[in-house]
C-alpha cells in the first residue's frame, strides 16, 4: 500500500490530494541532497579535496621530474634550525629544509598508505564478507573463523608484528620496504570490520524479493553478489572506507614514528619522530607542522565520514 | 546454562588455535631462519648452528613429529616462549613489565571512564543546545589530534617547561610523582572518543519512553538521569569496560616510551628496536588470550543476566 501512493501528499481520509509532491528519489541522489545542506560536512569534503589535490600534485610532480615546490623537500632553504618566518612559514629543520615542504610532501605519503590500505582491506573484506554471508554453510563457519582469531589479537599488536615481520622481504622479486610494508600491515589488519559488516548485511539482504527475483530470472550466484547485493550495501562499504581513513593515517604515523615506515622520505610520523628529539631543545615548529597537518585531515575526514553515515544510511534517517 | 557454557568453552578451542596457527605462520614461516642475525655480525660457524638448534630452525615446519609447528604449539600453550636477544627468559620479563603497565593503564582507564561517562549523561541531556553541539565538535578535535601530539606537547609543557611534574621515570620517585602525568595525558587524549561513544548510549537510552514517564512522574531530572538511564546504559559500557581489560596488560607502547616507564609497553618496543620477534609473538599470543578469556566470560555473564541468550 506504502508503494502505491508514494508522492502522493494523503489527507487525513487517505484521498490523494491534487498537489504532486516532487518525484521520488533514489538513495544516491537523496543522500546527496542531504549532504549538500550540512554546511560543516561541505567545508570538510573541500579541505579532503585540498588534501586529495596537493596528494595528486606531489605525485605528478614526481613523475615528471619537476622541480617546484614540496618535490624540492631536500633542498637547504636557510640555516639550521630556523625559527618561522615569512619566507619559510614552518622554519627549517636540522639540515636547514623547509618543513613547509616537507609536510606537504608527508601529506602524499600519509594518503597514499591511507588510500592502499584501504584498498586492500575493502578488497579482502568485501567479497569475503559477501562470500560467507550468501552462502553460509562451512565457508561461513571458516571465514568466520577466520575474522574472530584475526580480530581477538589487539590491533596494534597485529599492526606491529606484520610490519616487523614483512619489513624487507621480498615478494615476486619486489623488496618490501618503506610505506609498502606499512600498507600492506594496516591493509592486511584491518579488513575484518568492513567484513563483519558485509557479511551481516548480506545474511539479511539475500532472502529479500528482489534477490529472489533475480534467481528465478536465472542469474547465477556471482551476478546476483555483484550486481544485486553489492550496489545494495554499497554505502556500508563507502562510510566504512571514509571512516576507517582517519585511523589508517594514524596508524602510518604510529608505525612511522616506531622507525618501521618510510625512512628516506618524509612523512609526518618521521617528522614528529625527528621532534621528539628537538622539542626538548624549543624547536617547537616541525612538530606543530605535522601535527596540524594530520589535526584537519583528521577532523575533515572525522566530520564528512558521520555525516555521509547520517545521510546514507536509511536507520538513521528517521531522526 | 550447563550446556550453554560448556558449547561456549568449546568454541574457544578453535578460537586460541587460530592465534597459534597465526603466530607460527607470521613469526616462524614468512620471517624465516634469522639465526644468522640473531648471532651477530662476527659470529662463528658453530654458534649459528648452536641457535639454529636452539630456536629449532633444522627441523621441518610442519609434517613431522618434533616440527616446528608442534614445537610452537607445545611450548607456546604453556608460556615458554624461550630466550629473548639478551638470554632472559620472555616470560620474566613480562611478568616484571605487567606490574607498571597496569599501575599505568588501570588509573588511566578508570578516570577516562568516569570522567567521560558523567559527562555523556549531562551532554546527553543537553542534546540539541550549544553545549551539545560544542562538546561534540571538541570531542571530534580532540579524536583528530595525534596521540603522540598529546603526548609531546603534554611532556614538553606540563614537564619539562613549566616544570609541574618530573619528566622522566626514575626509581627513586614514588609512583604517584611519575604516573601523575603520563595518566593525565592518557585520559586527555581518550576522553574525546569515549565521550562521543557513551554520549550515543546515552542518547539512545533517552529516547526510551520509560524516560518520558520518569519525567512524567515528576521525578527530578538527576534522579531520572542516575537512577533510570544509567541502569539502563550499563549493558553497553560494561561490555565496553570487560573488553576493555585485556588491552590494560599490554599498557601504553607510546606513553612508556616518552615516560621510560619500564612496563610491557617499553619492552615491545625495545624488542622493535632489536627486531627480537620473539618477544613481540609472546606479547601477541597472551594479548590474544587475554581477549578470548574475557570475551568468554562477557558471554557467560550475559546468559547469566540475560535467559533469552543461547548459543546457535
Known sequence: ?319 | MITYIIRRLLYTIPIVFGVLLITFILFIVVSGDTSVEEAGKSASKETIEEIRKERGYDKPLFLSWDSQFIKHLKNTLVFDFGRARDRELIIDKIKRGAGPSLSLTIPMFLGTLIISVSLALVVAFLRGTIIDILAVLLCVAGMSIPFLSFILFGQYFLAFKWGLFPVFFSPDLTMVQYLALPVLIGIAAGLGGNLRFYRTVMLDEMRSDYVRTAFAKGLSVRRVLFKHVLKNAMIPIITRVVLAIPFLFLGSLLLERFFGIPGLGYLMIEAIGARDRYVIMAMTYIGALLFVVFNLITDICYAFVDPRISLE
Open chain 1, 1 to 319: 500500500m506504502l508503494l502505491l501512493t508514494r508522492g502522493f501528499p494523503l489527507n487525513e481520509q487517505g484521498v490523494k490530494l491534487k498537489k504532486e509532491l516532487p518525484k521520488g528519489r533514489g538513495l544516491w541522489v537523496d543522500g546527496l541532497r542531504r549532504l549538500r545542506r550540512r554546511k560543516l560536512a561541505m567545508v570538510s569534503f573541500g579541505i579532503i579535496m585540498v588534501y586529495l589535490l596537493l596528494t595528486g600534485f606531489v605525485c605528478v610532480t614526481e613523475i615528471f621530474d619537476w622541480q617546484v615546490g614540496p618535490a624540492r623537500w631536500d633542498e637547504k632553504v636557510g640555516s639550521e634550525y630556523e625559527p618561522p618566518s615569512a619566507e619559510n612559514i614552518f622554519g627549517t629543520d636540522f639540515l636547514g629544509r623547509s618543513v613547509f615542504r616537507k609536510t606537504l610532501y608527508g601529506t602524499k605519503i600519509s594518503i597514499t598508505v591511507a588510500f592502499w590500505a584501504s584498498v586492500i582491506s575493502l578488497g579482502i573484506g568485501v567479497p569475503l564478507g559477501a562470500i560467507a554471508g550468501y552462502f553460509r554453510g562451512v565457508v561461513d563457519e571458516i571465514i568466520v573463523w577466520l575474522y574472530t582469531t584475526l580480530s581477538s589479537i589487539p590491533y596494534i599488536l597485529l599492526i606491529l608484528a606484520f610490519a616487523l615481520v614483512l619489513r624487507g622481504k621480498t615478494v615476486f622479486g619486489y623488496k618490501l620496504a618503506g610505506i609498502t610494508s606499512v600498507y600492506l600491515a594496516i591493509g592486511f589488519t584491518s579488513w575484518v570490520g568492513i567484513c563483519r559488516l558485509i557479511r551481516g548485511e548480506v545474511i539479511k539482504h539475500k532472502d529479500r524479493e528482489y534477490v529472489l527475483a533475480a534467481r528465478s530470472y536465472g542469474c547465477g550466484n556471482s551476478r546476483i553478489i555483484l550486481r544485486y547485493i553489492i550496489p545494495n550495501v554499497f554505502h556500508i562499504i563507502i562510510i566504512n572506507f571514509s571512516l576507517s581513513f582517519v585511523g589508517f593515517i594514524q596508524a602510518e604515523v604510529i608505525l612511522s614514528f616506531l622507525g618501521l615506515g618510510e625512512k628516506t622520505r618524509p612523512s609526518w610520523g618521521a617528522m614528529i619522530d625527528a621532534a621528539r628529539l628537538d622539542l626538548p631543545k624549543g624547536y617547537w615548529w616541525e612538530m606543530t607542522a605535522a601535527t596540524i597537518a594530520i589535526f584537519f585531515i583528521s577532523l575533515a575526514l572525522n566530520i564528512f565520514g558521520d555525516a555521509l553515515r547520517d545521510s546514507l544510511d536509511p536507520k538513521l534517517r528517521i531522526q
